[in-house]
């Protein structure tokens, strides 16, 4: 099968996400893959491609890691899936038991789906439940991060501000109260990135001090928006939304599908912070980036407020493949992973070292914003609204899978990153950034 052969199918027959798929007729490449293997993915021609996004920030360990290519295998020739409903199995007890263990005990039931957004809508009804169920019905509406972005589903639109998203389907939305970001990138002369975080959780405070009686709860990415274009900012915010959240009786819900899993430098972003949420959502690299899985980690006091004879005070949310026996061995292998190859003491020096490689970058006159956290780095470019795609289309020529967020140009790689393979990211980053803008 040929390049050719497999795009002319695929052209006829799958829509893509998040694409405008006329694109592909003229600006837009379409890159067929066949085979992954490490940080490479090959097209049916035998063109490689370094996968410098890890497949959309869901890639921890490579394609097609042995390890976790065991532990599927075993898991296949035992369980592949049952019904959660009655029935429980040893992978999802034990994922269970170990995300606890990672959160202190602090939160200590996990709640399964699918994907991302399935999970912020989750968090979302179990606030909005737990409020009803404790006799404070007003207590129905939610607050979220200008620029945020916490999923595609109509209820997970309701807390996103990112337009292009917002404004299509907005007559289906029930919108939340947005409240300005800690983003540091908006730091005026002799401001710090704490400072810029003080402002916001001030405009937070001012917004829950009016208006807490009928807050459910306020939802954020910890330390780095990611559809917002990669902003980052300071951990205090998270301290002050915490404290805040507290006086005012407010959920804190960390949506972590982005940046947990070690892409901020620690497994959970939150601990940077020294907090723990309310509610705690994870997926993209919890299975490794291996099959869809998201989970939800909630407090003893959220579980008890459900737990009843009565079945309409249960909590009413399902997904047939809820628990998913291979996804959760995959997200157990993935754990495994971490704790045996000290991967995010290994993560800092990767992280440095890409750093220290893409720091030139910082110097170009049509370049802003460089920074870093953990294992996501980016910068902003001075240029037209084409940027992007010409960018990704030269990327490509340069054997590297980046696609910019409008004019932002982002880098969040597997973590099997090696000295070579980093010379050889930012290398073809540099070539793709001139290219792009010649």
């Not at 982002?410 to 792009?436: K, N, Q, T």
Request: glycine share 8%.
């Amino acid at each position: 099968m040929s390049n050719a052969d497999l795009l002319r199918r695929s052209l006829a027959a799958v829509w893509h996400p998040c694409t405008q798929m006329k694109q592909h007729e003229h600006d837009l490449p379409l890159v067929p893959v066949v085979r992954g293997e490490g940080l490479w993915l090959y097209d049916a021609d035998g063109r490689r491609y370094l996968d410098g996004i890890s497949s959309w920030w869901v890639n921890l360990f490579g394609h097609c890691n042995p390890r976790i290519n065991a532990a599927l295998a075993d898991q296949l020739g035992k369980l592949e899936h049952v019904i959660l409903a009655g029935f429980t199995h040893e992978p999802v007890v034990q994922l269970s038991e170990r995300l606890s263990a990672l959160t202190g005990g602090a939160l200590g039931h996990c709640f399964y789906a699918s994907d991302g957004a399935s999970a912020t809508e989750i968090a979302l009804k179990m606030s909005f439940h737990f409020w009803q169920n404790s006799g404070r019905p007003q207590k129905r509406e939610f607050v979220a991060l200008q620029g945020g972005y916490h999923g595609e589903t109509v209820g997970a639109l309701a807390v996103t501000d990112v337009a292009i998203f917002r404004d299509a389907y907005a007559p289906l939305i029930r919108a939340a109260h947005v409240v300005p970001s800690p983003d540091a990138r908006q730091a005026a002369d002799g401001e710090s990135a704490a400072d810029v975080a003080r402002r916001a959780g001030a405009a937070l405070e001012s917004f829950l001090a009016a208006n807490h009686e009928r807050i459910a709860a306020f939802i954020v990415e910890p330390l780095v928006q990611g559809a917002a274009g990669m902003a980052m900012h300071d951990p205090e915010y998270l301290r002050l939304a915490r404290a805040l959240c507290d006086r005012y009786e407010v959920h804190l819900i960390c949506d972590e599908i982005a940046v947990g899993c070690g892409r901020s430098g620690t497994f959970f972003a939150h601990e940077q912070a020294g907090i723990r949420p309310d509610f705690l959502c994870l997926s993209k690299g919890i299975s490794g980036g291996y099959l869809p899985l998201s989970v939800v980690l909630t407090t003893d006091q959220v579980y008890a407020a459900f737990y009843d004879d009565a079945t309409v005070r249960g909590f009413l949310h399902s997904h047939s493949y809820t628990g998913n026996a291979l996804a959760c061995r995959a997200a157990l292998a993935t754990l495994d992973i971490f704790a045996e190859d000290d991967v995010l003491v290994q993560n800092q020096a990767r992280g440095d070292t890409l750093e220290r490689l893409l720091r030139p970058l910082a110097d170009h006159p049509q370049v802003r914003h460089f920074r870093r956290r953990g294992m996501i780095l980016a910068f902003d470019v001075d240029a037209d609204a084409g940027f992007g795609r010409r960018f990704y289309r030269e990327a490509l020529a340069c054997e590297l899978l980046l696609r910019p967020m409008g004019n932002t140009v982002y880098f969040m790689p597997p973590y099997i990153l090696g000295d070579e393979d980093a010379a050889f990211l930012a290398a073809g980053a540099a070539a793709a950034l001139e290219a792009a803008l010649a």
